[in-house]
């Protein structure tokens, strides 16, 4: 008797599992989504803030900023012709 009440319970539980999976797998891709931009803002910031700041104390109009310009023109101009 005590094993049949505990495939009931199995079964109850499986049941109760199904039903659940398309909230569980929702509630799993939100985690996700949640990772993925934190994960990704958190390193741009990191890369960005810091260039930035080195930026603003540099004097304007000089052959460093003219050369920061140029290469970051150019390195957009390629990932333009490489995506097509």
Do not use: C, H, W
Not at 35 to 45: E, L, P, Q
Not at 55 to 78: E, F, H, Y
């Amino acid at each position: 008797m005590s094993e049949s009440l505990s495939a009931v319970a199995a079964a109850s539980e499986a049941v109760d599992a199904v039903a659940n999976a398309p909230e569980t797998i929702s509630k799993l891709f939100e985690l996700a989504r949640r990772v993925i931009y934190g994960t990704s803002y958190s390193v741009t910031y990191a890369i960005v803030f810091p260039t930035a700041l080195v930026l603003a104390v540099v004097p304007k109009r000089n052959v460093l900023v003219q050369g920061i310009l140029d290469a970051s023109r150019d390195a957009q101009a390629k990932a333009e012709e490489m995506i097509g």
